[in-house]
Every structure is written in structure tokens, then in C-alpha cells.
T-cell receptor, first 111, second 117 residues
Framework: DTAVSQTPKYLVTQMGNDKSIKCEQN?????MYWYKQDSKKFLKIMFS???????INETVPNRFSPKSPDKAHLNLHINSLELGDSAVYFC??????????FGPGTRLLVL | AQTVTQSQPEMSVQEAETVTLSCTYDTSESNYYLFWYKQPPSRQMILVIR??????QNATENRFSVNFQKAAKSFSLKISDSQLGDTAMYFCAFMKTRIASGSRLTFGEGTQLTVNP
């Protein structure tokens, strides 16, 4: 009965490839997020969707494209992967107002 | 823009002792939320405690409590009776209320806490 799940947990790929990370929440929350945690463990918001509508789009390369097919799912597609994309990517969800609950993270390593 | 500062990159404490982690923030908002999250070696981000700025009473969750000083923009976390399982990176985070933004969390740099046996 995992609340926020992400797949895959680990992703190792070559530069230039395209990859996707999937996120699902079963908490009934309206809002979902993608955060990036860099090698120094700093966490920063990338995107947020509320009821399938994009509401936060930080300064992120347009190689990153989020997609929300329904309010329980938020996927992240990354085109033309670069070495600097290596990081841990976290999905999170929250009710209309309140704390955010995180998935287990996806560690992406670009070689 | 909001900023969150955790001035202690690393701390250690003996098992069963008490430790306090510091956090300061900067905002012009009058209503907002503050959180502490814990990230153990498993990498999972776990919500420890939350505080609404309009509430004067400090939040408490079992062994975890906060000292919220709104005027000083300070939000420290006290862990009592420290346990080995408390070893983790602790992040302080700020969130404006929903109406004002898309509810993004702004995180501090983190404090690595080690509990020694």
C-alpha cells in the first residue's frame, strides 16, 4: 500500500539517450511535484501539476518534459541526456494545502 | 524569493541525549508553513514535523519538537532521547500558503546528524 511510488529506482544510461521516470500516488492528492537532488544533496523544485494542469515550471532545460495523464500520475521524460543530469529525482504529492509526501527517489546516472 | 539556511552541515550526538538542529529563513510572507524532513541512508524523504506560521504553539511529534520564533524567523528542531535510527540528513523547508504560489517547498542545505552508540 505504497503512498507515492516511482519507477525505476535506479537508471543507468548513456549520454544522448532518452529516458522516462514514472510516478504514481494513491493518496487522493490534487497536486504532484518533481524535485531534483544534486550531488551535494540540495533539493530543488522542477515542476508541479494540480489536477493535471502545470502550475510550476522552474528554469529547467526543455529537454525535461513532465506529463500528467491523470491526477494520480506524473511522469518525467528526459531527452538527450547529459552528464549533468545525473542526480536523484523525487516525485511528491500533497493535498490542496499541506505537507508534501515523497516517493523513494530515482537515482539517474548518465555515463 | 524565500531562502532557508541551515548553518550546521554536520552534528553528532550520543544515544539517549538531546540535540537541536538550527534553521533560519527569510520571507516577506505573513502566513506560511515550515517543515522538517529526514533523509536516512535509504534516501527516502520522510516528513518529521510541520508548523503553521499562524499557530503560536510549537509543534510536537513524540520525541521531536520545534522552537518556532516567528519574529526572529527561526525554526529549530529538537530531538530528545536520540536513537541510532535518527541518523540521517535533516532538511528544513519553507512553503508559502497555497493561494500565494504553487506550494513549492524551498529547502535548506541540510544537516547531517549522526547518533553515536
Amino acid at each position: 500500500d505504497t503512498a507515492v511510488s516511482q519507477t525505476p529506482k535506479y537508471l543507468v544510461t548513456q549520454m544522448g539517450n532518452d529516458k522516462s521516470i514514472k510516478c504514481e500516488q494513491n493518496l487522493g492528492h490534487d497536486t504532484m511535484y518533481w524535485y531534483k537532488q544534486d550531488s551535494k544533496k540540495f533539493l530543488k523544485i522542477m515542476f508541479s501539476y494540480n489536477n493535471k494542469e502545470l502550475i510550476i515550471n522552474e528554469t529547467v532545460p526543455n529537454r525535461f518534459s513532465p506529463k500528467s495523464p491523470d491526477k494520480a500520475h506524473l511522469n518525467l521524460h528526459i531527452n538527450s541526456l547529459e552528464l549533468g543530469d545525473s542526480a536523484v529525482y523525487f516525485c511528491a504529492s500533497s493535498p490542496s494545502e499541506g505537507a508534501q509526501y515523497f516517493g523513494p527517489g530515482t537515482r539517474l546516472l548518465v555515463l | 524569493a524565500q531562502t532557508v539556511t541551515q548553518s550546521q552541515p554536520e552534528m553528532s550526538v550520543q544515544e539517549a541525549e538531546t540535540v537541536t538542529l538550527s534553521c533560519t529563513y527569510d520571507t516577506s510572507e505573513s502566513n506560511y508553513y515550515l517543515f522538517w524532513y529526514k533523509q536516512p541512508p535509504s534516501r527516502q524523504m520522510i516528513l518529521v514535523i510541520r508548523q503553521e506560521a499562524y499557530k503560536q504553539q510549537n509543534a510536537t511529534e513524540n520525541r521531536f519538537s520545534v522552537n518556532f520564533q516567528k519574529a526572529a524567523k527561526s525554526f529549530s528542531l529538537k530531538i530528545s532521547d536520540s536513537q541510532l535510527g535518527d541518523t540521517a540528513m535533516y532538511f528544513c523547508a519553507f512553503m508559502k500558503t497555497r493561494i500565494a504560489s504553487g506550494s513549492r517547498l524551498t529547502f535548506g542545505e541540510g544537516t547531517q546528524l549522526t547518533v553515536n552508540p
